[in-house]
């Protein structure tokens, strides 16, 4: 192979080319130092002004005071003067009604309320005798508790004492003789728990082993009880049988019965109360009671109201009450789910939602401690528009949650456990909406002339904050630390670590350093 040998030419061009490239590697290596140490950053100023730290927060509008105009069954609707949504002012007249139908139920309603009065006087007479009858019943189950421990004493008597050596193994023979089983084990203690002389007891045993025909029949002639033992069996069973009867005294003559009883009386006379009122309110027409909105209509004009099922036609004489024993008798003793049974709730024909509203709104638990009872709310609706309120209620337990304030998730860190609150809203219009959410702010804590840096200047690490402070001098930036107070959303006050004339970096870069120089826009 042969070495090729450049001529003269050759090599100045070479060297003017290797020349050429070291240069603009040079200047590209400076340009790009120049830029690193120069970068070019906006900066922002450290004023001072007023700062108010205010806590934004979404509620969902309630009604503070519902109202349900109810309608009997039969009831003919003359007008309905209102729709869903309509503002309603106190004194409009909501419906008229005609009601010349609606005395055949005052009369079944009060008919209700004498049978179960008369049902509740009935027991109760009956219940004053049945406590009679437990005293005297009394006394007949101690006499007779008397009776059964002096016959127990006498067959306790009766019984032979502990066995002797011969007495077992007599028995033990005669338990093999009639086939070594437990029941002939049985049948041997039995006879002579029974008293018998032993003499006797080996005659039958003579008798068995002869093969005589009467055997058996000696058998259980021993087996027979003696008469103290029915006598104390014929007590035992009557005192029985007076225990039985006296807890059904005990029952008849207690509360559990007499409570039900009464309730069913007293729930027949709130019902008939009730339509008396319903009736004369039908009469009059439905009229507001106060500034709302109507939520809900469930009756046509010109058509006559039927309930699915109506309760008009109940009649407690047809109620049998001790069938509602078990039910009144058990752990629960839930009467009101019985009587509900028997007068439940008539539908409303129209609901009216009554001013005033409120919002209710939840508070994270480092949060809650700012806030208190009659403190400043505005609130913001569905058009933008703005009404006054104030803190009505804070609720005295925590719960969890996964929501925050958006104070919260900006100027500071909270568990999840929140607290519920509520605030009333003053003078609503239609834009406030039952049910849907409005934007909530509450003004926290104000400070008259304070240091303020933009919330975008603030780099946090380590749970600290940092500010890059500017110095013309020598056109590099220091990583400082700063002490935050009062937050309003744009921008934070500062309590220590810059003054009011700095200049910062307004929104710090992830790859800008300490000490570096910059190039200021």
């Given at each position: 192979m042969t070495k090729k040998i450049l001529n003269k030419k050759q090599k100045i061009v070479i060297s003017i080319v290797a020349a050429l490239l070291i240069i603009a590697l040079g200047v590209t290596a400076y340009v790009m130092i120049s830029k690193k140490a120069r970068t070019a950053v906006a900066l922002a100023d450290v004023t001072a002004g007023d700062i108010t730290e205010t806590l934004k927060l979404s509620g969902t509008v309630n009604s503070e005071n519902q109202a349900s105009f109810e309608i009997l069954d039969g009831t003919y609707v003359k007008s309905v003067n209102v729709r869903v949504g309509d503002a309603v002012k106190k004194g409009d007249v909501l419906a008229t009604f005609d009601t010349s139908s609606l005395s055949d139920i005052v009369s079944q309603k009060r008919e209700n309320y004498n049978a179960a009065m008369s049902q509740y006087r009935k027991y109760a007479s009956n219940a004053n005798a049945s406590v009679a009858q437990l005293e005297s019943l009394s006394k007949q189950i101690e006499q007779k508790q008397q009776e059964i421990e002096k016959l127990s004493e006498k067959v306790d008597a009766a019984k032979p004492k502990d066995d002797t050596k011969e007495t077992i193994s007599l028995k033990k023979q005669l338990t093999e003789l009639l086939g070594d089983s437990k029941l002939a084990a049985e049948i041997v203690d039995r006879l002579f728990s029974s008293g018998t002389q032993v003499s006797e007891i080996l005659q039958h045993l003579e008798n068995i082993i002869n093969g005589a025909n009467n055997q058996i029949s000696s058998i259980l002639k021993l087996l027979s009880v003696s008469d103290e033992e029915k006598q104390l069996i014929s007590a035992q069973l009557e005192l029985v049988e007076l225990k039985a009867r006296q807890?059904?005294?005990?029952?008849?003559?207690?509360?559990?019965?007499?409570?039900?009883?009464?309730?069913?009386?007293?729930?027949?006379?709130?019902?008939?109360?009730?339509?008396?009122?319903?009736?004369?309110?039908?009469?009059?027409?439905?009229?507001?009671?106060?500034?709302?909105?109507?939520?809900?209509?469930?009756?046509?004009?010109?058509?006559?109201?039927?309930?699915?099922?109506?309760?008009?036609?109940?009649?407690?004489?047809?109620?049998?009450?001790?069938?509602?024993?078990?039910?009144?008798?058990?752990?629960?003793?839930?009467?009101?789910?019985?009587?509900?049974?028997?007068?439940?709730?008539?539908?409303?024909?129209?609901?009216?939602?009554?001013?005033?509203?409120?919002?209710?709104?939840?508070?994270?638990?480092?949060?809650?401690?700012?806030?208190?009872?009659?403190?400043?709310?505005?609130?913001t609706g569905a058009t933008g528009k703005k009404f006054s309120g104030y803190v009505s209620f804070i609720s005295p337990t925590a719960s969890e949650s996964a929501s925050s304030s958006i104070t919260s998730l900006l100027g500071s860190t909270s568990g999840g456990s929140e607290v519920e609150a509520k605030a009333m809203i003053e003078q609503p219009d239609k834009s406030i909406i039952i049910g849907l959410s409005v934007d909530m702010s509450i003004k926290l804590e104000t400070q008259k002339n304070a240091t303020l840096v933009p919330v975008e200047s603030i780099q946090y690490e380590d749970g600290k904050s940092y500010i890059y402070l500017y110095d013309p001098d020598s056109k590099t930036v220091k990583k400082t630390e700063v002490t935050t107070g009062l937050f309003d959303g744009e921008h934070y006050q500062i309590l220590s670590g810059c003054s009011v004339g700095d200049k910062i970096v307004k929104i710090p870069s992830e790859d800008i350093e300490d000490g570096q120089k910059i190039h200021a826009k």
């Open positions: 807890g059904i005294l005990k029952l008849q003559s207690g509360d559990t019965l007499a409570s039900l009883y009464l309730s069913v009386a007293e729930s027949a006379k709130e019902d008939l109360d009730k339509t008396v009122e319903a009736v004369n309110a039908l009469k009059k027409g439905w009229v507001a009671e106060n500034d709302g909105v109507v939520r809900e209509i469930n009756i046509v004009s010109g058509e006559t109201y039927h309930t699915p099922k109506s309760n008009s036609t109940v009649s407690l004489d047809s109620i049998d009450i001790s069938s509602l024993l078990s039910s009144a008798t058990s752990d629960t003793k839930d009467f009101s789910g019985i009587i509900n049974q028997l007068f439940p709730g008539t539908p409303g024909g129209i609901v009216v939602e009554y001013y005033p509203l409120s919002a209710t709104f939840s508070v994270s638990g480092k949060d809650i401690y700012k806030i208190k009872l009659d403190q400043p709310v505005e609130i």
